[in-house]
Every structure is written in C-alpha cells, then in structure tokens.
C-alpha cells in the first residue's frame, strides 16, 4: 500500500510539471480590451485552478477539499470542457438583460422619466431592453422617487391665458391686501371618506385576516358652506338636499357674510373673532358654481358687499390659488381620523370641533402664500402649481413658523 500511494504522489507531480510545460495559454490576437470586476477575475482564477486539478488526475471531492470552497459538481464538470483559449476562460456575456447600467444609459433614463414614461415604458424603449427592477433603481440612485399624480379639473387654452392675467395683476399687490380678502367655499364630507388603500396596509401573515372595507350603497354624507381669511374664520353652514341660487341667497350667503360684519371680538374663538380691522371692508371671493354666477347672486353681492369680486373680475379654474383648499384639505386630514365617525352626528360634531380648532397662525401662513402663488402660475405661463417650496418671509410669518 505505501508503494502504491508512492507512485500516486509521483506521477501526481509528473502530471503537474507536464501541465506547466505543456498545457499553456494558448497565444491568441486579442484585438478587444477587457474589463473585468473583481468577482469576474475571482471567476476566472477558480475556473483555471479547477481545470489544472481535474488535469492532474483530482476527483470533484479532492478539489473541493484541495480549494477550501463549496463548489457544485456542475461547475467542476463545465470546467472540465474548458479549453486553454481565452475566449473560453473569459466570462461569457450573460444571455438575460443587463443589471449594471453605463452612465450614458442612466442619462436616457432619467431623459425618459422626466417625459412621464413609467419604468416598464422606458426599459422597452432602449436598444438593449432592462427589467423594470433595474430602471428602478436607477432612478432611486438619482434620488427619483415615486409620486402619485393629483387629481384637478382640466384647464384648457383660454383658462391659461385668463389665470395668466389675473395673476400677473395681484402678484405683486401688497399682503395688505390680500388680508382684506373673505375667501368662500364649500365641501363635501362623505361618511365613508378619507380613506386611501395606499396608505392602510396591514401586515399580516394570512391575507384572509385582513378586515374589509365595508361601503355604503348610497352616498351618505354633509355639504357644508365656509369662509376664511388671515385672522379668523366665518361660521359654518350645513346644507341639506340640492342647493340653487334662490337657496343659496335665503340660507348661506346673508348668514356667512352679514355675521361676520357684526362681530367687534378681538379675541376668542376662531369662528367668533373679528376677521378685519373694518368689519364692513372686505373684498367677498367665491368660486364660479353655477348658483354663485346666477344674475340674482351678483345682484345682492353688488348691492350689499362694499367690495366683491364678481364672475367677470376673476377667471375659472383657480382652485391651486384659493387658499381655502388647502384648509379643506387639512380638515379631511383631521376629521376622518382613527376613531373614525360612525354616523352623520358623530360626522357633524367631527366637523365643527376641527374647524374651531384651527389656528389663526395656519390661516394667516395660507393667506400669505397665496402671492406666491400667483408668482409660480406667472412664472408657468398660466400652468398648474405642482408643488410650491417658497415660504412668505414677512415677520408674522416668521415669527409663526418658530412657534
């Protein structure tokens, strides 16, 4: 036996004297220059060191052993077939799509995503397609994220024209000004509202535990009338069944308007405060609703109201301007809130404790935003305001904002 293992190890080392003497590489004209990652040059040395062992007579256990390393018989047996060429040893192009992007490609990529083209779009428009996966990532490497589009009325040619003009002539008056404004609107809370399936996940390890979300057949909920301006906010109005213009004039307009002007509090609560230094000059805005355009409404404004702005003085389509949208969309925040309400009572109750709890600095910074407003619907030539970075730097504002 000590003979045999003798003449094992000796011809072992003849095989591996003849492998250096014989078996070289193969001279090939390369006219390609390689570059190679550090795990491909790994690859290619494990390649090559298996192909010498197996060369020296090694089985699949011993080169395992011998390399320290879990390899898979079918990596041991491909290197087997490997002949000394470097077109063999080279690593092979991969077949499926590439996951590593050159920096000529990235470019393209973010071209196509500021077109609003969608990942899948843009990784079938290149000349060598990418998985969806990978312009992901790409793009979250250019600090891209993804955002879900808002949901507005249509403008068309006349309405950028007619926003253009309106905010080019107040964008420049003082704050002054539009402190003076008594902003009106109204809304409508669903008693199923508020909800976003987007942002109420549960994570759970069975998806038959997941709750349902229950609606009702019939739309259930409140239509509600309110004001604000930089000081304070106008009573709400809770309206039932359908409203017109003879409604609206008996039961909204004397109310909201004509209560504010006697008031003389200073201080107290939101909804009960004095809303300007002169009670009875203020300039009344309200949207282009059909009810609110109607020849009887101009009238009474026209008759009552020291200052208004009628139908012909503002265009349509300013809802990105009115900072009473903003406060709407705080209050939908506020009321459809976990405990969420159960009924059009609880709804009710929701609404006006969240409304008198608005706070004079949350009115004044959306009232002073409006400028800013107007400056960014300039500066787009009438278009939509996406988003909005500026802040008002007056000291109120500032002073506000420290709080």
């Known amino acids: 036996?000590?003979?045999?293992?003798?003449?094992?190890?000796?011809?072992?080392?003849?095989?591996?004297?003849?492998?250096?003497?014989?078996?070289?590489?193969?001279?090939?004209?390369?006219?390609?220059?390689?570059?190679?990652?550090?795990?491909?040059?790994?690859?290619?040395?494990?390649?090559?060191?298996?192909?010498?062992?197996?060369?020296?007579?090694?089985?699949?256990?011993?080169?395992?052993?011998?390399?320290?390393?879990?390899?898979?018989?079918?990596?041991?047996?491909?290197?087997?077939?490997?002949?000394?060429?470097?077109?063999?040893?080279?690593?092979?192009?991969?077949?499926?799509?590439?996951?590593?992007?050159?920096?000529?490609?990235?470019?393209?990529?973010?071209?196509?995503?500021?077109?609003?083209?969608?990942?899948?779009?843009?990784?079938?428009?290149?000349?060598?397609?990418?998985?969806?996966?990978?312009?992901?990532?790409?793009?979250?490497?250019?600090?891209?994220?993804?955002?879900?589009?808002?949901?507005?009325?249509?403008?068309?040619?006349?309405?950028?024209?007619?926003?253009?003009?309106?905010?080019?002539?107040?964008?420049?008056?003082?704050?002054?000004?539009?402190?003076?404004?008594?902003?009106?609107?109204?809304?409508?809370?669903?008693?199923?509202?508020?909800?976003?399936?987007?942002?109420?996940?549960?994570?759970?390890?069975?998806?038959?535990?997941?709750?349902?979300?229950?609606?009702?057949?019939?739309?259930?909920?409140?239509?509600v009338y309110g004001g604000m301006s930089a000081k304070g906010l106008t009573p709400l109005i809770f309206v039932e069944g359908t409203l017109n213009a003879e409604r609206y004039l008996n039961e909204v307009l004397p109310i909201m308007v004509l209560s504010i002007m006697n008031r003389r509090k200073k201080k107290g609560n939101i909804d009960e405060i004095m809303l300007f230094d002169d009670p009875k000059n203020f300039i009344f805005e309200q949207d282009h609703a059909s009810i609110h355009d109607s020849n009887i409404v101009q009238e009474w404004c026209g008759e009552n109201l020291k200052h208004f702005l009628n139908k012909k003085d503002t265009p349509a389509k300013l809802d990105d301007v009115w900072c009473i949208e903003r406060l709407w969309a705080i209050m939908t925040q506020n009321v459809y809130r976990d405990p969420r309400p159960k009924d059009l009572a609880q709804l009710k109750q929701r609404i006006e404790n969240e409304w008198s709890n608005i706070s004079q600095a949350t009115t004044l910074k959306l009232v002073h935003e409006m400028p800013l407003r107007m400056a960014e619907i300039v500066r787009k030539k009438g278009g939509r305001i996406v988003s909005l970075s500026a802040q008002c730097l007056c000291d109120r504002c500032c002073q506000a904002r420290q709080i």
């Open 1 to 223: 036996m000590a003979k045999k293992n003798k003449k094992m190890k000796v011809n072992l080392e003849k095989k591996t004297s003849a492998l250096h003497s014989t078996n070289e590489l193969k001279p090939e004209i390369v006219k390609k220059k390689f570059e190679l990652t550090e795990s491909e040059i790994e690859s290619i040395v494990k390649r090559v060191r298996i192909k010498q062992l197996l060369e020296c007579g090694y089985s699949y256990s011993q080169i395992s052993k011998t390399l320290d390393i879990d390899i898979s018989y079918t990596t041991i047996s491909n290197c087997k077939n490997m002949q000394w060429s470097v077109s063999s040893i080279l690593p092979k192009k991969s077949t499926g799509r590439p996951s590593i992007v050159s920096k000529e490609t990235q470019k393209k990529i973010c071209k196509m995503a500021d077109s609003f083209l969608q990942p899948k779009q843009i990784g079938l428009s290149l000349k060598t397609p990418l998985s969806k996966s990978t312009i992901r990532r790409q793009l979250l490497k250019d600090d891209r994220y993804p955002f879900v589009s808002k949901k507005t009325s249509k403008i068309d040619d006349c309405h950028y024209r007619d926003r253009y003009n309106f905010c080019n002539e107040w964008k420049d008056k003082p704050l002054q000004e539009f402190e003076k404004l008594l902003i009106t609107d109204s809304k409508i809370f669903l008693l199923d509202g508020g909800r976003n399936r987007q942002n109420k996940r549960y994570w759970l390890k069975d998806p038959e535990d997941v709750p349902n979300h229950e609606l009702l057949k019939k739309k259930v909920g409140l239509h």
